[in-house]
C-alpha cells in the first residue's frame, strides 16, 4: 500500500540529513545552493525577495535629471528605457530555461545524493527544453485566462456605462467584483496545484522516460483519480511545511542580511564621500557603476539566503520523490534498488564413493 503523505516526512529527514550532513561537505552545499536558486526551488521554503523601494524626496525624476544630468538628450533616456525592457524580457526567457534544466539538475542531486551540475547540465538539455517549452505555455495560459475573466466582464460594464455613472450601478459593481474576486483567487490557486505538481510528479517522469509534459501529466491525472486523498493530503502537508520552513528561514535570513548590509553600507557610504570630495558628479557612468555594485551586494545577499536554504531545497524534493516513488514504480526501481544476485558456483563432483564391501 503507498505511504501517506505523513509517513514520507521521516524519509525525507533521513534522505536530507544523509545527504547534506554525513558528511558536511561545504563545496557540496555551495553547489545545491546554486543550482537551488536558478531551479527556483528557493520559493519552496516560503521565501520571498524583499521589496525594496527607491526613496522620494518630492523633487521628481525631472529635477534630477536637470540637476544630475544637464544638457543630455531625452530620446536616450528613452532608447535606454527601450532597450533595459527588450533586454529584461530575453534576460527573464533565458532564466526560465535554465531554471527548466536546472529543475532536472536538482532532481539528479537528490536522488543520486550527490551534485554534478557540469554533467547534469549536458545530460538533461532534452528533457529540460520540453518543461521550458510547458513553461512557456504555461505562463501565456495563467496570465491569458484571468485577462479574458476580467476584461470581458469590464469591457461590458464599460460598455453599458456602468463606470461612467457608477452611483447608479453600485450594487451591480460591487457584487461583480466579488464575483471577478473569487474566480481569480479560485484560478490562482489552480494555478498553484498545477505548478507544484508538475514540479514534484510531472519531472520525475520526465527525467526516467523521456517523455513531455502533456503525456506525463495524463497518467498522473490517472494517477489522482485513483486516489484524491493520498494527493490532497500530500498538498496540504507540504504547504504546512513550506509556511514553518519560511517563517524559520525568513528569520535566519533577515539576521544574515542584516548582518551583511553593515560593512555594505559603510563602504557605500565611504564611496559617496570619497566620490564627492573628489567632485564627481552623476552622470552615465557614475550610474552605470553604482547600478553594478548595486547588483552585485543583491546577488551575493540572494546568494547567501540560497545556501542557508539549502536544508529546505534538498528536503522539499525529497520528500516529493519518497511520496511519488510508493505510486510510480520506475521512481521506486530508482530509489530502492534491487540487490544484485550473487551467483554462487555449484560444487565441483569430488571422487565417486566406494561401493559397498561383502
Not at 540637476?67 to 533595459?84: D, Y
Not at 464599460?158 to 447608479?168: D, L, M, N, T
Not at 570619497?274 to 550610474?287: D, F, H
Request: proline share 7%; with cysteine; hydrophobic share 55%.
Amino acid at each position: 500500500m503507498p505511504i501517506s503523505a505523513v509517513d514520507a516526512i521521516g524519509p525525507a529527514f533521513r534522505h536530507t540529513k544523509q545527504q547534506l550532513l554525513q558528511p558536511f561537505r561545504f563545496v557540496e552545499w555551495a553547489k545545491l545552493a546554486f543550482v537551488g536558486l536558478l531551479a527556483g526551488e528557493l520559493s519552496s521554503g516560503g521565501c520571498s525577495s524583499p521589496n525594496f523601494q527607491m526613496p522620494n524626496h518630492g523633487g521628481g525624476t525631472h529635477r534630477f535629471l536637470s540637476l544630475g544630468l544637464p544638457g543630455t538628450n531625452p530620446l536616450l533616456f528613452v532608447a535606454m528605457i527601450a532597450i533595459l525592457v527588450v533586454t529584461g524580457l530575453v534576460l527573464l526567457v533565458l532564466l526560465m530555461y535554465i531554471s527548466s534544466v536546472m529543475r532536472f539538475v536538482l532532481f539528479d542531486s537528490v536522488v543520486a545524493k550527490r551534485c554534478e551540475i557540469a554533467r547534469g547540465w549536458n545530460r538533461r538539455q532534452g528533457p529540460g527544453l520540453r518543461y521550458f517549452l510547458w513553461q512557456l505555455l504555461f505562463s501565456f495560459v495563467v496570465l491569458a485566462v484571468p485577462t479574458i475573466l476580467i476584461g470581458i466582464p469590464a469591457g461590458m460594464a464599460y460598455a453599458a456605462g456602468w463606470f461612467k455613472h457608477g452611483r447608479e450601478h453600485i450594487i451591480p459593481l460591487v457584487l461583480g467584483g466579488i464575483v471577478l474576486f473569487f474566480i481569480f483567487l479560485a484560478w490562482a490557486l489552480l494555478s498553484f496545484v498545477v505548478k507544484a505538481f508538475t514540479k514534484d510528479f510531472v519531472v520525475p517522469q520526465m527525467a526516467l522516460e523521456d517523455l513531455g509534459a502533456i503525456e506525463a501529466w495524463r497518467r498522473l491525472l490517472k494517477m489522482i483519480e485513483s486516489e484524491k486523498g493520498g494527493y490532497a493530503g500530500y498538498l496540504g502537508m507540504k504547504i504546512v511545511m513550506a509556511l514553518g520552513a519560511a517563517m524559520i528561514l525568513a528569520i535566519i535570513a533577515t539576521i544574515i542580511i542584516l548582518i551583511m548590509l553593515i560593512p555594505v553600507g559603510g563602504i557605500g557610504v565611504i564611496a559617496v564621500l570619497l566620490g564627492k570630495s573628489a567632485g564627481l558628479t552623476w552622470n552615465l557612468y557614475t550610474i552605470s557603476l553604482t547600478v553594478i555594485v548595486g547588483t552585485i551586494a543583491i546577488v551575493s545577499i540572494i546568494y547567501m539566503v540560497a545556501f542557508i536554504s539549502v536544508p529546505a531545497t534538498v528536503f522539499f524534493p525529497a520528500y516529493s520523490i519518497y511520496f511519488f516513488a510508493a505510486r510510480y514504480p520506475a521512481l521506486s526501481h530508482l530509489l530502492y534498488p534491487l540487490p544484485v544476485p550473487v551467483n554462487i558456483p555449484a560444487p565441483e563432483p569430488g571422487p565417486p564413493l566406494p561401493g559397498p564391501i561383502f
